[in-house]
């Protein structure tokens, strides 16, 4: 994982306390880590609050891996 | 000093298990438990409506704490889904129901989720200006009249619900602080389209664990109160997932911030009230922190000691 992309597990793993991200689960679907659609609304919550990147409703069903994510907030920061 | 003597309510028998639309939603049992932390949505029945709902919370308070309807001279109802078309106001047919005397006021108030704070001090502040002694304030906004039985943003949540919380000189609990807040500019998140109700789920999340903290923490400084030194924080029940979210943002001990929505769901304006009955007794509580939010977009929180 690079850098933003270890950011995103941490935020994750910081929102969801029953989630946790390894090095290998970069392309692998937020729901089959345990995130959960309540758990979604926290976690871009708090990408807007700590990366100040606030995701469109419309865009964010697309992105669930943590690559997409950390590749999307780059792509904005 | 006015304060809050009793609280009663009614939550209808009829319900909707959660558990038997785990497939309708694709829903597991671990979500509905943590997550939702709703197991069932109470449901009035057909013959019921909004003041149906409020007269039945009124005969359990004379259970507890007799009241003559007669002595009642003011009568509140917060609501947003009236008797019929809302003409006449609900507080004026359960004014009728009780049987409350001709000198008695009667209003309905239309706030959803920080229904009950505002409800309180605008109860309190109209009792204490016109020398009025005796007050209930009604709590009961059924969605199911507006629910969607097919939109799981919603579905899942609202339950039918009614409180009455008697206010009089002798009630032990008095008001010490109130904040209020409203970004209407939002409002469309959660909404009634053509008697639909429509929540955008995210936005709704998104203003309560950012403005809910804030306003606490505003609350307990402009009474110089540490958070611990409150009892209890009594959270709008909208879901399990936003009260912990809150306990968690405010770094509060989850003890301290009681959830009670299995058995009825999220009940707008009643949820607070249907909290706060089960400490109103505790000799053990004797400061809460209060906060509503949701319709509005609006929030407000308050500081009840005793």
Same mark, same amino acid.
């Given at each position: 994982?690079? @850098?933003?992309?270890?950011?995103?597990?941490?935020?994750?793993?910081?929102?969801?306390?029953?989630?946790?991200?390894?090095?290998?689960?970069?392309?692998?679907?937020?729901?089959?880590?345990?995130?959960?659609?309540?758990?979604?609304?926290?976690?871009?919550?708090?990408?807007?609050?700590?990366?100040?990147?606030?995701?469109?409703?419309?865009?964010?069903?697309?992105?669930?891996?943590?690559?997409?994510? @950390?590749?999307?907030?780059? @792509?904005?920061? | 000093?006015?304060?809050?003597?009793?609280?009663?309510? $009614?939550?209808?028998?009829?319900?909707?298990?959660?558990?038997?639309?785990?497939?309708?939603?694709?829903?597991?049992?671990?979500?509905? &438990?943590?997550?939702?932390? +709703?197991?069932? +949505?109470?449901?009035?029945?057909?013959?019921?409506?909004?003041?149906?709902? /409020?007269?039945?919370?009124?005969?359990?308070?004379?259970?507890?704490?007799?009241?003559?309807?007669?002595? +009642?001279? /003011?009568?509140?109802? =917060?609501?947003?889904?009236?008797?019929?078309?809302?003409?006449?106001?609900?507080?004026?047919?359960?004014?009728?129901?009780?049987?409350?005397?001709?000198? =008695?006021?009667?209003?309905?108030?239309?706030?959803?989720?920080?229904?009950?704070?505002?409800?309180?001090?605008?109860?309190?502040?109209?009792?204490?200006?016109?020398?009025?002694?005796?007050?209930?304030?009604?709590?009961?906004?059924? $969605?199911?009249?507006?629910?969607?039985?097919?939109?799981?943003?919603?579905?899942?949540?609202?339950?039918?619900?009614?409180?009455? *919380?008697?206010?009089?000189?002798?009630?032990?609990?008095?008001?010490?602080?109130?904040?209020?807040?409203? #970004?209407?500019?939002?409002?469309? &998140?959660?909404?009634?389209?053509?008697?639909?109700?429509?929540?955008?789920? #995210?936005?709704?999340?998104?203003?309560?664990? *950012? &403005?809910?903290?804030?306003?606490?923490?505003?609350?307990?400084?402009?009474?110089?109160?540490?958070?611990?030194?409150?009892?209890?924080?009594?959270?709008?029940?909208?879901?399990? $997932?936003?009260?912990?979210?809150? &306990?968690?943002?405010?770094?509060?001990?989850?003890?301290?911030?009681? =959830?009670?929505?299995?058995?009825?769901?999220?009940? +707008?304006?009643?949820?607070?009230?249907?909290?706060?009955?089960? $400490?109103?007794?505790?000799?053990?509580?004797?400061?809460?922190?209060?906060?509503?939010?949701?319709?509005?977009?609006?929030?407000?929180?308050?500081?009840?000691?005793?």
């Amino acid at each position: 994982m690079n @850098a933003t992309e270890k950011t995103v597990a941490e935020i994750i793993e910081d929102v969801c306390s029953q989630v946790r991200v390894s090095e290998g689960d970069g392309d692998t679907p937020l729901k089959d880590l345990g995130v959960d659609s309540l758990d979604v609304a926290g976690i871009f919550l708090a990408f807007q609050e700590k990366l100040g990147v606030r995701v469109p409703d419309d865009e964010i069903d697309a992105l669930n891996t943590v690559r997409l994510i @950390a590749a999307y907030l780059d @792509a904005r920061r | 000093m006015i304060g809050l003597h009793a609280i009663a309510s $009614y939550v209808p028998e009829g319900s909707i298990s959660n558990y038997d639309r785990r497939e309708q939603f694709g829903l597991t049992d671990e979500f509905i &438990a943590a997550k939702l932390g +709703v197991s069932k +949505v109470s449901r009035m029945g057909a013959q019921e409506d909004t003041a149906a709902l /409020c007269v039945e919370a009124f005969r359990r308070l004379q259970r507890k704490r007799p009241v003559p309807a007669g002595e +009642v001279d /003011c009568l509140v109802v =917060c609501t947003q889904n009236p008797d019929g078309h809302g003409i006449p106001h609900t507080s004026a047919v359960v004014h009728g129901e009780i049987g409350a005397s001709e000198r =008695c006021a009667a209003f309905d108030v239309s706030l959803g989720c920080s229904g009950y704070v505002y409800g309180l001090s605008i109860a309190l502040a109209f009792m204490q200006a016109n020398g009025l002694r005796q007050g209930l304030l009604f709590t009961a906004d059924p $969605y199911s009249k507006i629910v969607d039985p097919d939109d799981k943003n919603t579905a899942l949540l609202f339950g039918d619900a009614a409180t009455v *919380t008697l206010l009089r000189p002798d009630g032990p609990w008095l008001a010490r602080e109130f904040l209020f807040g409203t #970004r209407g500019k939002e409002g469309a &998140a959660l909404n009634n389209r053509a008697g639909r109700l429509e929540m955008n789920g #995210r936005a709704v999340f998104n203003f309560s664990a *950012t &403005a809910v903290p804030g306003q606490v923490a505003q609350l307990l400084a402009r009474a110089g109160v540490a958070a611990g030194d409150v009892d209890l924080f009594l959270f709008h029940q909208g879901s399990r $997932y936003i009260v912990d979210t809150l &306990a968690r943002r405010l770094a509060l001990p989850a003890a301290k911030v009681p =959830c009670n929505l299995a058995e009825q769901g999220n009940t +707008v304006s009643s949820s607070i009230p249907l909290l706060f009955e089960r $400490y109103i007794d505790d000799p053990a509580v004797r400061r809460v922190l209060m906060s509503g939010f949701g319709v509005g977009l609006s929030w407000a929180s308050c500081l009840l000691e005793r």
